[in-house]
């Protein structure tokens, strides 16, 4: 999972969009990597003299990670690589469990569709045997939103990606490498299984806790991982 060395990305490319997304690819690996720590700044008028680029395009560069969770920005304020407490992730679940919970219960009673939720849990499995593991976290945040997607309530699903987003980016940045045992990913994979059947059954109430008492195994199962630092070789 290599990425380009900094003094090359400004050669790459041409292109604003390619420039950008070459940057932020390179920051995400760092990221994940661990090079880039919890909670250590990403300084936009630093890497712009760094690379040669605009000072607008590593902005862009950070606003695409921004989105997918690996940082945070306050108002006017210096990018800082995503950091979680505990306290935070143990906060996060709590919450995951009523919106996802509820999700569940919409979705189970108005007896929707999941046909998408069945084609996301059968990328995740190719995900797992290829090995992929940044591949099957991405289809596993995928599958968590559209469930809430399902809901039809846009404001449902905004308050849950806003959620979800930096908690799965930080676990990523946790245990990418770190789980190991092919048991524990197809653990994984029968939890989601579950999920689906108890949509299935259109009963809002099983749906609904059955989705609760998953989320939180996930964070026990999850967090219960121990930290990645830094990846072997043959991952990079």
């Known amino acids: ?19 950008k997304d070459n940057l932020a690819a390179y ?3 760092e990221i994940i990597s661990g090079r880039l720590a919890p909670g250590e700044k990403i300084v936009e008028v630093r890497y712009a003299k760094l690379l040669k680029l605009s000072q607008t395009s590593v902005r862009e560069a950070i606003n695409i990670l921004l989105a997918e969770g690996f940082v945070q920005k306050g108002s006017g304020r210096t990018a800082q690589v995503t950091l979680l407490s505990d306290e935070d992730i143990t906060h996060s679940y709590e919450l995951r469990a009523v919106l996802e919970g509820y999700c569940a219960r919409v979705v189970a009673q108005k007896k929707i569709d999941v046909s998408e939720l069945e084609q996301t849990l059968s990328d995740m499995r190719s995900a797992v045997e290829c090995h992929n593991l ?15 997607e399902k809901t039809g309530n846009s404001m449902l699903v905004q308050a849950l990606k806003r959620i979800i987003a930096p908690l799965f980016a930080f676990v990523v940045m946790r245990v990418l490498g770190a789980r190991t045992q092919e048991n524990q990913w197809d ?3 029968e939890q989601h299984r579950r999920i689906i059947d108890a949509l299935k059954t259109h009963d809002p ?19 219960g991982a121990p930290p990645t630092i830094q990846q072997s070789s043959s991952e990079r």
């Open 134 to 148: 940044k591949a099957f976290f991405e289809r596993d945040l995928q599958f968590h939103l559209l469930l809430a």
């Open 187 to 189: 653990r994984s994979l």
């Open 27 to 29: 920051f995400r690996q």
């Open 1 to 19: 999972m290599g990425t380009a060395p900094l003094t090359t990305i400004r050669h790459s490319q041409p292109d604003l969009l390619l420039v």
């Open 205 to 223: 109430v099983f749906a609904e806790r059955l989705v609760t008492q998953t989320v939180s195994t996930f964070l026990e199962e999850t967090w």
